[in-house]
């Protein structure tokens, strides 16, 4: 049942809102000035909180910006008898979700607490979702291996320095530019992802650039690429070893100037987007087969991390392996199942040329085939099965 908080000095105002509020099934508290307001606030998490604005000792104002260091995410809707645009524009300014004039109109009333409502399980849901997104996309492992590298995120994120991350397919490369994004200045912008590798060397220009309408048969409309969605953010351009040599042309251009232009345009466009590259591919060799333009390999390889594979850091399985146990009972919905020391000991003695995604891939083999617990037979059983 959502919970809402009445802060007002008069007594009769408290009464009627919270007996229409709980014919609404809302549960209601009262607070009859700011300061008690703030107590219950520091005490309770409130769905919705109503507040006068002329109050003796602190005013609504005042009860608004205190309020906001204490439950930011707290819809605050502004009530007052003496209301102006003025007050209603500072309100907002300060925070308020909404303001309502005394006495509020009965419909305007409850349509402005669902609405609020509503905006407050967003706000709960959106915080979810990161955790579990964070979670899924977390770096597990304690090895010296792949210490280095978060060392080497901590130290670079908070620049504006194009990255080329290398390492083997499977190793976790988009994680470490996930991380380089999401503990950047650039965090609250878009994370653009593009798999080079993915798509056809005719359509990446387009991809990456857009196209105007007209520009080729195909073309019927207007596209903005990949450059421009990432706009004040990180475009994580992951293969880049495979981009066809034109292409890569046109990134040198973006990259030195900060302008991209369209396929089929003549417009400029500026562009502020931090580069971060990844590759499984040596890009020196690539180089001298003339695969890859050595300026723009320069260009994206100011820092270069390199991911180890999973047979160079052996001592992370076990933290993988629980972390995948954990994931993928969470996908089930099951309680996650325990694993034997023997079979863990047997799993860090293989070779797992598939690196970390392989190791996902074996785990849930496992949680599908094996009994209430992994058992050593079963990692023997099932971890590298025969193939007819």
Same mark, same amino acid.
């Given at each position: 049942?959502?919970?809402?908080?009445?802060?007002?000095?008069?007594?009769?105002?408290?009464?009627?809102?919270?007996?229409?509020?709980?014919?609404?099934?809302?549960?209601?508290?009262?607070? %009859?000035?700011?300061?008690?307001?703030? /107590? #219950?606030?520091?005490?309770?998490?409130?769905?919705?909180?109503?507040?006068?604005?002329?109050?003796?000792?602190?005013?609504?104002?005042?009860?608004?910006?205190?309020?906001?260091?204490?439950?930011?995410?707290?819809?605050?809707?502004?009530?007052?008898?003496?209301?102006?645009?003025?007050?209603?524009? %500072?309100?907002?300014?300060?925070?308020?979700?909404?303001?309502?004039?005394?006495?509020?109109?009965?419909?305007?009333?409850? =349509?402005?607490? $669902?609405?609020?409502?509503?905006?407050?399980?967003?706000?709960?849901?959106?915080?979810?979702?990161? @955790?579990?997104?964070?979670?899924?996309?977390?770096?597990?492992?304690?090895?010296?291996?792949?210490?280095?590298? @978060?060392?080497?995120?901590?130290?670079?994120?908070?620049?504006?320095?194009?990255?080329?991350?290398?390492?083997?397919?499977?190793?976790?490369?988009?994680?470490?530019?996930?991380?380089?994004?999401?503990? *950047?200045?650039?965090?609250?912008?878009?994370? =653009?992802?593009?798999?080079?590798?993915?798509?056809?060397?005719?359509?990446?220009?387009?991809?990456?650039?857009?196209?105007?309408?007209?520009?080729?048969?195909?073309?019927?409309?207007?596209?903005?690429?990949?450059? %421009?969605?990432?706009?004040?953010?990180?475009?994580?351009?992951?293969?880049?070893?495979?981009?066809?040599? *034109?292409?890569?042309? @046109?990134?040198?251009?973006? #990259? /030195?100037?900060? @302008?991209?232009?369209?396929?089929?345009?003549?417009?400029?466009?500026?562009?502020?987007?931090?580069?971060?590259?990844?590759?499984?591919?040596?890009?020196?060799?690539?180089?001298?087969? $003339?695969?890859?333009?050595?300026?723009?390999?320069?260009?994206?390889?100011?820092?270069?991390?390199?991911?180890?594979?999973?047979?160079?850091?052996?001592?992370?399985?076990?933290?993988?392996?629980?972390?995948?146990?954990?994931?993928?009972?969470?996908?089930?919905?099951?309680?996650?199942?325990?694993?034997?020391? %023997?079979?863990?000991?047997?799993?860090?003695?293989?070779?797992?040329?598939?690196?970390?995604?392989?190791?996902?891939?074996?785990?849930? $083999?496992?949680?599908?085939?094996?009994?209430?617990?992994?058992?050593?037979?079963?990692?023997?059983?099932?971890?590298?099965?025969?193939?007819?």
């Amino acid at each position: 049942m959502p919970k809402i908080l009445i802060i007002d000095d008069e007594r009769a105002i408290r009464s009627t809102l919270k007996e229409i509020l709980e014919f609404e099934n809302y549960n209601v508290d009262e607070a %009859e000035d700011g300061e008690r307001g703030l /107590q #219950l606030l520091g005490k309770s998490r409130y769905d919705v909180v109503l507040c006068d604005i002329k109050m003796p000792g602190m005013d609504g104002i005042e009860v608004l910006e205190k309020a906001m260091e204490i439950t930011p995410d707290t819809p605050f809707i502004m009530i007052s008898a003496h209301g102006t645009i003025d007050t209603a524009v %500072e309100a907002t300014k300060k925070g308020a979700y909404d303001f309502l004039q005394k006495p509020p109109d009965l419909n305007r009333l409850l =349509v402005t607490v $669902r609405n609020a409502l509503d905006k407050s399980n967003l706000v709960t849901e959106t915080k979810i979702l990161k @955790k579990k997104i964070s979670k899924t996309y977390e770096m597990v492992g304690t090895s010296p291996a792949l210490s280095r590298v @978060k060392q080497a995120i901590e130290k670079v994120a908070p620049t504006d320095a194009r990255v080329l991350i290398t390492g083997p397919n499977g190793s976790g490369k988009e994680l470490v530019a996930r991380a380089l994004h999401e503990h *950047s200045n650039r965090s609250g912008g878009p994370l =653009v992802e593009v798999n080079c590798a993915a798509i056809p060397s005719e359509l990446i220009e387009s991809e990456l650039f857009g196209h105007e309408k007209g520009s080729f048969t195909s073309a019927v409309k207007q596209r903005i690429g990949k450059f %421009e969605q990432a706009d004040g953010g990180t475009l994580f351009l992951d293969e880049v070893g495979d981009m066809s040599l *034109s292409a890569q042309a @046109k990134v040198l251009r973006a #990259l /030195q100037e900060h @302008k991209i232009t369209r396929v089929g345009g003549d417009k400029d466009i500026q562009v502020d987007v931090r580069v971060v590259a990844a590759t499984n591919k040596n890009l020196l060799e690539e180089i001298e087969h $003339r695969n890859f333009r050595e300026d723009l390999y320069h260009r994206l390889g100011v820092i270069l991390i390199h991911v180890p594979p999973l047979n160079e850091r052996r001592e992370d399985i076990p933290d993988l392996v629980q972390k995948f146990l954990n994931d993928i009972a969470n996908d089930y919905g099951n309680k996650p199942k325990d694993i034997t020391p %023997e079979a863990l000991e047997y799993l860090q003695g293989l070779d797992w040329r598939g690196n970390v995604r392989e190791l996902r891939n074996v785990v849930e $083999r496992l949680v599908i085939m094996s009994g209430p617990e992994i058992t050593a037979e079963d990692a023997r059983a099932y971890a590298r099965p025969v193939v007819a």
